[in-house]
């Protein structure tokens, strides 16, 4: 019935989509362990029997700047606190390719498609041994789409503007939306989307320091700088899961020392995106192991430089397209890239955006450089800045982002821009970046779904993560809030490739690279399949150690 259903809702996208586009799209360029031309195949579980017991050791790259994933807008804290709960849905953890139950047993579609109804798992419990019951999922959805004061809710901008009501009926969950959604499955999937004990949240007011869900760990302990540990769910509602007797994320924030604790077997496991492998490492550690196994990450991360348009300098859009103009999109993929990854664009996968080969004839994106570089100065003249001016480039700590901002120090001297690098730790990052106190700031945006629409959550006006100060762009948001409502795929794709032209011309930010980067196991870990995101499988519940 769910498959049947999932037909009728308008601009439904297959999630395999994502996997094909995204890898296809990088196979110009060779990667470590990967077949150029097309996607490398999920695996798929072996003949073994899974072993009980043994702790599950990995890393993250820095420290979380809480333990709320409803409201932390990086992907650190939703991948450490994830075993500790579940979703109303989840991709397959074994085999990566649909959607499949969680809390939620199964789904219906309505026949317009504005209408969801999920019947939700009984006898399921919160690890304070309370039960879990359809408040629990309406609170928690609501906390998403309309947050207390004080409250950031990573998914608002996803589900406010589409969700018209939530209602229950009994044990079943109604979703009553305003326009088909086609990213309704995907939404309520993501590692932002975790369900929360109304009554926990209620006596201890905030999730920032501890964690208490239904998922197949329970949180033991969290110390910044060390690492967070959980211990196995005896009582977890999938019969014979997890098979791990516990799982450490340690801190590591230096790049070096996170290769050397892999190479070692200090860690079972690598980090994944910020703190996944480089391509260099990855060539590296082959050669020294062949008994190493290396996947391709699927989800796309692009660094950008985020631009202030609410103050000078970059409040006059002829600076930002000067910056833009003589900015070398190539050379970042051979450098800050290490040789692979995606020319950037702010909707590098397609079908949606601009065609590359129509692109690569544009300013800013064609070669040789000479005749943007002379334009972009001609800019700075016109706005007053024929001699540059000083700026400061804060950054995060891990290497995309630190790589991409001193990169971006040549580009702007092309210009005559005297630039330097401010490393932030992350909570600070945020909080700078959410008073808009600074002049350009790098961080990473992330594509994790089949569908464009999650990424307006870096450029719309008024979303959680979009710090660039552009609220007056008007155009901008009326086009994004058509778009999704939009049944005809022709037709939104062409409404969405205006929106790129849009961006490339009104620069809130801009693109630096999209990387191409790799999670490490050694020999003793099984059932750990990326497949086609990096939220795949980030409760751990089938992972084992096979020793």
Known sequence: MVDNNLRKAAGVISILTLAALILSACAPTATPGAKPGGPAPTPKPGAETPKYGGTLTTYIGGNPPSLD???EPTLITSQIVAPFYNTIVQIDPLTADKFVPALAEKWEISQDALTWTFDLRQGVKFHDGTPF????????LQRLIAPPKGIVSNMQFLLKPAVKAVSKDGNKLKMTLNYPFAVMLDTLGYGYTLVYSQKYLQ????MKTSAMGTGPFKFKEYSPGVGLEGVKNPDFWVKGRPYLDGFRFLIIKDQATRESAFRTGKVNMTGKQMAALTPEETERLKKENSELTFHRSPTLQGSWVILNTRRPPFQDQRVRKAVSLAFDRQAAVKTVGQGVGLISKPLPVAPWGIPMDELLNLPGYRQPKDKDIADAKKLMADAGHANGFNLAILTRQMWMAKDAAVFLTDQFAKVGIKANVQTLEDALL???????????????????????HYMGRYWVPGNAVNYSGNDDDK???????EQIKIADPAKRKALIRKVEEHLLDALPGISIVWYVTFVGLRPEVRNFYPGVSDYVGNTLQEVWLAK
């Open 475 to 481: 155009e901008l948001a009326q086009m994004w809030d």
């Open 430 to 452: 945020w909080e700078t970046g959410r008073k808009l106190a600074y002049d350009a700031l790098v961080y990473l945006m992330v594509w994790p779904f089949t569908d464009p």
């Open 203 to 206: 006596d201890k007011t905030d």
């Open 133 to 140: 019951t359809v408040d629990d999922a309406i609170f928690t």
């Open 69 to 71: 994933a409803h409201q």
